[in-house]
Structure formats: structure tokens, C-alpha cells
């Protein structure tokens, strides 16, 4: 299995700031790896809000996590400044599959970098619901 290689912060067009924090460094002084998982989840969430396609209180459609995994290549530690770059891989009739980047301060490389896979779903019976045009039409535009 050949190594990947670093996403350029330029590959994204979509960017979201985000902070660490003093608890998210471990015993070895830096970044616990499930604390990427938390920034993936935090910057596609946020992301999503903002376009106001999720309202994650009251809104008729949540999306659940099916699948995500990260590769890394550098450290962060607290109290680096992160910046996220979202796009997408794929969508489905009801998921939507993000790639995204975790870049250290003003590094143009990813430290981390992985992929996020969302269902969504009716809040309610938490059975698969179809991405309305207003998703469709919304996220075809950051399709990498």
C-alpha cells in the first residue's frame, strides 16, 4: 500500500476556522487522534448550519456518521489555530461522502486529513431520507 500524500489547502474551496483547545493534547504533548474526528465533525456541521441546510434542534432531517477514517502526516497541538477545508467526494440519494483537511496554522499542507460519510435521515423514524434540491443544488457546487 503506497503512502498518501498531503492535500494542498488550496484543494478546498471551503475553509472554517477552528481552535484547539488544552484538552485536546494527550500524554505525548500533542493532538489525541480522536480529537480529529470531533474537528472533522465540528467544521461539516458548521459548515452545513451556516448554508442553512441543517438545524441540528429542530429540523426534520439529521444526518447520522457511517463511516470516516483520517490519515496524518504532522502534529497539531494545542495551541495551534486549524484550519479545515471541506469538499465533497460523492453524493448519494441520501449521504454525502466530505473529504476534508486539517492545516496547522499556516501550513499549506494537511497534518490531517480524512473522509466523512453522512447519512441522512428523518429525525424521527431515523430511516434514510433523499437529499431535497435545496441540498442537491447547494453541495454540487463543492464537488472536487
Known amino acids: 500500500m503506497t503512502r ?3 492535500h494542498a489547502r488550496n484543494r478546498f474551496s471551503v475553509k472554517r476556522s477552528l481552535q484547539t483547545r488544552w484538552a485536546d493534547n494527550d500524554i505525548y504533548g500533542h493532538m489525541n487522534n ?3 474526528y470531533a474537528l472533522f465533525d465540528t467544521a461539516i456541521n458548521g459548515w452545513l448550519m451556516e448554508l442553512g441546510l441543517l438545524d441540528p434542534q429542530n429540523g ?3 444526518g447520522l456518521v457511517v463511516e470516516t477514517g483520517c490519515q496524518y502526516f504532522g502534529e497539531l497541538a494545542f495551541p495551534d489555530e486549524i484550519e479545515a477545508g ?3 467526494e460523492r453524493i448519494g440519494t441520501s449521504s454525502v461522502t466530505y473529504q476534508i483537511g486539517l492545516y496547522r496554522n499556516d501550513e499549506q499542507t494537511a497534518a490531517a486529513q480524512g473522509r ?3 447519512v441522512y435521515v428523518d429525525r ?3 430511516r434514510p431520507k433523499p437529499l431535497d434540491e435545496l441540498w442537491l443544488r447547494t453541495l454540487k457546487g463543492h464537488v472536487l
Open 34 to 36: 480522536v480529537v480529529h
Open 124 to 126: 424521527h423514524s431515523r
Open 86 to 88: 471541506i469538499g465533497i
Open 116 to 118: 466523512f460519510v453522512h
Open 4 to 6: 498518501p500524500i498531503p
Open 60 to 62: 426534520k432531517t439529521i
